[in-house]
């Protein structure tokens, strides 16, 4: 849909020109205003860097948190503007709004190499309402427009729609550019099996990834709370655990079409189990077929495990979004981090798909062995179920 279709940075001459960057720059902070993971920031890099050597007046901008439209300190970029300074190693002005006369000035004064960053984007309600007249104010500031920031790119937000209207061009940056050629092209032309691992709570999050890889894979694996929904529709007790029993006959409907298909479809064999979430409750380890009543499963087991493991053996290509239990509990982390390390040992191409499957590698240790982790949770599942993303739709097509 988009792979190979798209204007990059590198396809226009930007030198001497003001290069507006919307980078994906929300990153976590601890009570003090210290960054505890830059790896969105890193990420962005390449493509900041670039336009610096180009001799472009470069200018960034991103969101942060949740502020709704109000200017609210804890969600100011001030942080992000220090540790770019510091990973540029140069220096960069931090504007204290994103748009208005002050801001113009800040940019009229730029030369070729400067980097400004821009104040939080949410801080004006025009952000999040696509605002025509916010959209006009930030293009006022460019000559080109580059989207970096694949994980908003789901959002039809003025930074990522509305603004390139009123910008002569827009175009990806490095980062975008990657996270299409590998959940885009893995998925348009895998190398085979190709697998689908499957987690999360809810089937109804996953509905159009699951339809739209299961036309095309050879494997699909489903765990967290999502697979309690299949089970309870294959007729088993699955007690208290999490299931959608509005989604029971879907369930069953993909589960069929699969098989129809002659795709191999896995779902655990053994489950975690807990009265409760509470730390230090009671767990047990028990088959599927044998939760009890009261009882709800958080992890799935060590048969499921050694089942999953398998089943990756010998794939060539694997895609995994979604935890295998709550994995932020210690007690039930043990099934995502096995698969997480699964995964990572294959002889595969392994593409992650961001949020909480990004954290989970992290947390197992082996973020660094995979193909590729996307840094958008919403957009990937938005590129995997084959859907447009607007961020995308937006940039201005090659001309074949």
Known sequence: MYLNNKMTIEDVNIKGKRVFIRADFNVPLDDNQNITDDTRIRYTLPTINHAIDEGAKVILCSHLGRPKGKRVEQF?????AKRLKRLLDKEVIFANDCIGK???????????GDVVLLENLRFHPGEESNEE?????????????VNDAFGAAHRSHASIAGVTKYIPVSVAGFLMKKEIEYLEGAVANPVRPFVAVLGGAKVSGKIGVIEN????????IIGGGMAFTFIKAMGYEVGDSMVE????????????????????????VDCVVARSMEPG???MIVTMQEIPKGWKALDIGPASVKLFTEALTNAKTIIWNGPMGVFEMDAF???TIAVARAVADSYATTIVGGGDTALAAHRAGVSESFSFVSTGGGAALQLLEG???PGLTALADRKL
């Not at 890889?213 to 699909?220: A, C, H, I, Q």
């Open 213 to 220: 890889l299961g036309e095309k894979v050879d494997k699909v």
């Open 76 to 80: 100011s970029l001030a942080p992000v």
């Open 245 to 268: 029993e509005g989604m029971l006959e879907f369930a069953n409907k993909i589960r069929k079409k699969a098989q129809d298909r002659g795709v191999k479809f896995y779902i655990p």
């Open 333 to 335: 982390s043990r099934g």
């Open 102 to 112: 002050e801001v113009e000035d800040i940019v009229s004064k730029m030369k070729p």
């Open 387 to 389: 859907k447009p993303l």
């Open 281 to 283: 409750a009671e767990t």
């Open 133 to 145: 007249a916010f959209s006009k104010a930030l293009a006022k500031l460019a000559d080109v427009y």
